[in-house]
């Protein structure tokens, strides 16, 4: 072999060699994905209790005669907050034809979940004389870094991503309506109090961190737009810091059942009534003689050791993770 021959293998070499890097180097490094999907739950649990009502979907029936209260129907609510609408934005990086880092940011807003209802009805009738209901949902906002693998083909191109999720921000809201008819001391059968309660409480999450993977497929509508579609699972166990209540309304009416007619003017309650006990409370994993619990109630107010203190509960876990598909447009700068 002379060496002309030898200069003429080397660059081909070199060509071969270029042109294979420069196919492997993706054109271009960054891109932007926003997406939209929805998530169903796959690990549904009890409900948290939602202050002193447990998670039971119940009916009792009172005696009118002896006052006397029996339960006819009872069931364990459970569920969990996986459920529901969620739309990110992801910004990307290709480290080479085969693999990208992603870190995406996700707003979430679960759907409402029962989580307590307790029907008081007059024995024999369908007459209600007490009632509550709470229905919860979960919003939160959410950092997720991740690793995208791919076989990097030019038309639909299939890809695996897994990585972390860090909750940045989430509330689990509490809507709670309740009513009560009540004898009025001192007075006949016709007289009662009818009590109406509407109270919204927020829960706030300790720190926590989760785990998402993902499987997909996208397909390039333009040069630089592909579209994609995914299906995801995540898993992002939640527990209890802090609750406030942030809306309270209570009133009650003196009414004449036999005429309709109020015959006292009306008692309210409103947030700012309300004790530093009943508005605030601190989650703890043990309760014991030192905490800061009920010890009695006033009408519809609870009375705590220290109404001038946040009161003390147990924790309570759940889940907002779940199994969802993703349809998102996916922009290469």
């Keep these: 072999m002379n060496r002309i021959q030898s200069i003429l293998i ?135 870094p991740s690793l995208v693998l791919s076989p990097g083909y030019a038309k639909w191109n299939p890809y695996v991503r897994f990585g972390m999720v860090v909750p940045l921000w989430g509330r689990l809201i509490i809507n709670t309506d309740a009513t009560k008819t009540s004898a009025v001391p001192g007075q006949p059968a016709t007289i009662v109090a009818q009590t109406t309660i509407h109270r919204k409480e927020e829960i706030k999450p300790n720190a926590t961190i989760g785990f998402q993977g993902a499987l997909g497929v996208s397909y390039p509508i333009s040069k630089r737009f592909d579209i994609y579609l995914e299906a995801e699972y995540r898993n992002v166990p939640v527990k209890s810091k802090s609750k406030e209540v942030t809306a309270y309304d209570e009133t009650t009416n003196i009414v004449n059942t036999a005429t309709g007619q109020p015959v006292a003017p009306s008692q309210h309650r409103g947030l700012n009534d309300l004790s530093i006990a009943e508005r605030n409370t601190d989650y703890v994993t043990v309760l014991d003689q030192n905490s800061n619990t009920p010890i009695g109630t006033t009408g519809a107010k609870t009375n705590y050791k220290n109404d001038n203190a946040p009161a003390n509960d147990l924790k309570s876990y759940i889940n907002i993770g779940g199994l969802g598909a993703n349809l998102g447009v996916k922009f290469r700068f």
Excluded: C, W
């Design 10 to 144: 080397a660059t081909s070499l070199l060509a071969v060699s270029t042109v294979t890097q420069a196919q492997n180097k993706p054109a271009n490094k960054f891109y932007l994905k926003v997406a939209g999907g929805y998530f169903f739950s796959v690990s549904p649990g009890q409900f948290p209790d939602v202050g002193p009502y447990p998670p039971r979907d119940i009916h009792d029936v009172i005696n009118p005669t002896t006052g006397a209260t029996t339960t006819i129907r009872e069931k364990v609510l459970t569920g969990s907050y996986g459920e529901g609408a969620r739309g990110g934005l992801s910004f990307g990086y290709n480290l080479n034809k085969y693999m990208s880092l992603e870190a995406t940011f996700n707003y979430f807003h679960s759907t409402k979940n029962l989580m307590t209802r307790n029907v008081t009805t007059i024995q024999g009738t369908n007459t209600t004389v007490g009632g509550i209901e709470s229905r919860g949902h979960v919003n939160a906002v959410d950092f997720s």
